[in-house]
């Protein structure tokens, strides 16, 4: 074996392993069966050509020479079968047919004559086939079926207007692949004579992988890229093995060509590695640009408080960087269960889903992969090239950025998908961040609001004592004068007059006795309780209840109702239990803050021979139907922010638990009013 023998014979190798590799991906497509067919064509071929090249014997080079030819021939033919697979033409497998009837003709006149191949030349890298009289008619067959391959791909491109944009973007990588292999066409010219070492057979090389690389991958490397990478690699070892043959056929030796091989073999990958990297550095400027924006933006976003804040940064940033064709920011929203859209931007006719369900192949994806995905054609009706961003709070889908097509509907690299990954695994650290830094706030207002209550329930539960010791005082004052005048006075005083005292210093007593146990209600309100249940009866709870908010109903002009059963006794607190009913008072009061006419209903009422209801009614704002369920949960409110922290009906619901009860709201929705409901087992 001679070094010439050296580049086909890994040719060949290379060939077989591509094709075996590419056909146990997927053993039931027919694209891949064929392209294995024409791996193994061309493998027969430079095997061939290999033993030609190496051995001295004339009848054993002029049979490899004849064999090689032959896989030749039906080269073009495996070649269209696989165009036709393909693209999935069924009605060109007839011509495959007539093609390779042909090929078995020519294979018959190749072996058996020497109209094609005529015996072989002695050239200085070994014996070559010699092409006979009417070998240029072959070439025209050859020839020709490519071109035809070819037209059927520029067809299919251009017409076939259901061709996915993946297809699309297949078949331009093949249409770049025949535009390499084109020169392979230089294997046939030492046929007629001429001494140039035959090299095509590394453009067929070039083009099968690329094809490899076309059937295999469902996202590509940018176009302008594999064309340069293409380019490189071409110039570069074309110097690496040209040269040397070229040195070769002047000088006449082996010596000389096979160390300068060597040579020159040896610093071609990092040739080959630099200028591939300058000239990727310069088609991608861009590209690299916007990833190191991305990668600024995950080490901005971590300082980022505000949930709401952090979104539109991660939302505009993004666009900013990479201005894409359309993008979208979608946060899951827990009242409508589905993924509403944030935030929108678009500068093509593509519009986004204002919603996307839970149930939605593109959300079940995201969760199960996990990373940046290409969203399917077929999905939401977007366009090839759209990519989705996914962001998470504690393992769950929490947000997603999905991205259109970048400009110049250049692809998306595996670079960026990298950098998206880091731009998700950041903001989904952020968003945690986020959250965690507003249940803090939470916590934190909560404690302060608490160390409030409690700081005003001692204020409230002394000034209630320093005002009752007075109030006591004038009670007994008004006790003594009334004395004074009924027993002492009443004869010096006229009766109309003495009849209006009376009056008066009765309804004093009366209005400072209401007073007084108005402030033992609230003193006992205020005061702690270690929750100890008693049986009681619930007419004593309403009684105390009536003493805290009756003046506050009169103030704000409320009309109030009651209708309660008497006798309902139970084993509850009696402070947990009026600290329920003055909830639901301070939440109507507040719901009918600004009606015309402001109407509050309570009623108490046995529903089982177990169970009583007490229930709570006003015509305030209603809640809708979204936050129904969910009302009694914490830090729930139809209030403002400013205004409620959610905490007291979840508090009810503690207690209402506490005393082995349910507490349930019914509303017909905004404006309908509401009415709260708890059930409280009767006492046995």
């Given at each position: 074996m001679n070094i010439y023998s050296i580049p086909p014979l890994i040719g060949a190798l290379f060939s077989l392993v591509l094709g075996l590799f590419v056909f146990l991906k997927n053993k039931r497509s027919e694209q891949n069966i064929s392209f294995l067919l024409m791996c193994l064509i061309i493998f027969t071929w430079l095997s061939a050509y290999t033993i030609a090249y190496s051995t001295n014997n004339i009848k054993i080079a002029t049979i490899c020479s004849k064999t090689a030819c032959t896989a030749v021939i039906f080269l073009a033919t495996t070649f269209y079968y696989f165009i036709i697979a393909f693209l999935k033409i069924k009605k060109e497998k007839i011509v495959v047919k007539i093609f390779y009837i042909i090929s078995f003709i020519l294979l018959y006149i190749f072996i058996f004559t020497d109209y094609f191949l005529s015996g072989v030349y002695?050239?200085?890298?070994?014996?070559?086939?010699?092409?006979?009289?009417?070998?240029p008619l072959f070439l025209i067959f050859f020839f020709s079926i490519f071109i035809r391959g070819i037209l059927l791909l520029f067809k299919s491109l251009k017409y076939q207007k259901e061709l996915s944009p993946t297809k699309r973007n297949q078949i331009k990588y093949l249409l770049i692949g025949l535009l390499i292999i084109g020169f392979g066409g230089i294997d046939f010219v030492p046929k007629y004579g001429i001494e140039i070492y035959p090299f095509g057979f590394l453009f067929i090389l070039i083009f099968i992988s690329i094809t490899a690389y076309a059937i295999i991958k469902h996202h590509f490397m940018d176009i302008r890229v594999a064309i340069t990478r293409a380019g490189i690699f071409i110039f570069v070892y074309s110097l690496v093995f040209g040269l040397p043959f070229i040195v070769g056929y002047i000088v006449k030796s082996w010596f000389i060509p096979t160390f300068l091989a060597v040579l020159l073999a040896s610093p071609s990958p990092f040739i080959y590695n630099y200028l591939r990297t300058q000239a990727e550095m310069m088609l991608l400027k861009d590209q690299f640009r916007y990833q190191a924006v991305l990668r600024g933006i995950a080490q901005t976003i971590l300082k980022v408080r505000e949930l709401e804040e952090l979104l539109k940064v991660i939302f505009q940033k993004v666009n900013s960087a990479l201005e894409p064709e359309f993008i979208g920011l979608y946060i899951f929203s827990k009242e409508k269960n589905l993924y509403i859209l944030k935030y929108n931007q678009t500068q093509s006719k593509h519009n986004l889903p204002k919603d996307i369900p839970l149930d939605s192949s593109l959300i079940n994806s995201l969760s199960q992969n996990k990373k940046s995905i290409f969203i399917p054609q077929d999905n939401l009706n977007l366009p090839f090239e759209t990519i989705s961003i996914p962001f998470f709070s504690q393992d769950t889908l929490f947000s997603f950025l999905i991205?259109?097509?970048?400009?110049?509907?250049?692809?998306?690299?595996?670079s960026d998908l990298i950098a998206f990954d880091i731009l998700s695994s950041q903001a989904s650290l952020a968003i945690e961040n986020c959250i965690f830094w507003q249940e803090e706030r939470i916590r934190l207002a909560k404690e302060e609001q608490l160390k409030r209550q409690r700081t005003m329930d001692h204020f409230s539960a002394s000034l209630a004592h320093e005002i009752d010791n007075p109030i006591f005082a004038i009670i007994t004052l008004a006790g003594v004068i009334k004395?004074?005048?009924?027993?002492?006075?009443?004869?010096?005083?006229?009766?109309?007059?003495?009849?209006l005292l009376t009056d008066r210093l009765n309804r004093i007593e009366n209005d400072l006795l209401r007073i007084s146990k108005m402030i033992k209600s609230i003193r006992e309100f205020s005061s702690q309780t270690k929750g100890e249940q008693t049986i009681l009866n619930f007419s004593d709870v309403i009684e105390d209840f009536l003493n805290i908010v009756e003046p506050q109903f009169k103030y704000e002009g409320i009309v109030f109702k009651k209708e309660i059963e008497q006798n309902i006794k139970l084993k509850g607190n009696k402070i947990h239990l009026e600290e329920i009913l003055i909830n639901f008072a301070t939440n109507s009061i507040h719901a009918v803050k600004y009606n015309n006419k402001k109407e509050i209903v309570l009623k108490v009422y046995r529903n089982t021979p177990k169970t009583f209801i007490i229930e709570f009614k006003d015509n305030g704002y209603g809640i809708e139907q979204y936050i129904l369920e969910d009302i009694f949960l914490d830090f729930v409110t139809t209030k403002a922010s400013s205004e409620g922290s959610g905490m007291g009906l979840a508090r009810v619901r503690k207690i209402v638990e506490n005393h082995n009860g349910r507490v349930w709201a019914y509303s017909e929705g905004k404006d309908k009013g509401a009415t709260f409901f708890v059930e409280l087992p009767l006492a046995i």
């Open positions: 002695k050239y200085y890298w070994g014996y070559y086939s010699k092409a006979g009289i009417l070998h991205l259109g097509p970048k400009p110049k509907k250049s692809p998306y690299l595996e004395t004074i005048i009924l027993e002492e006075l009443k004869e010096n005083i006229p009766l109309d007059k003495l009849s």
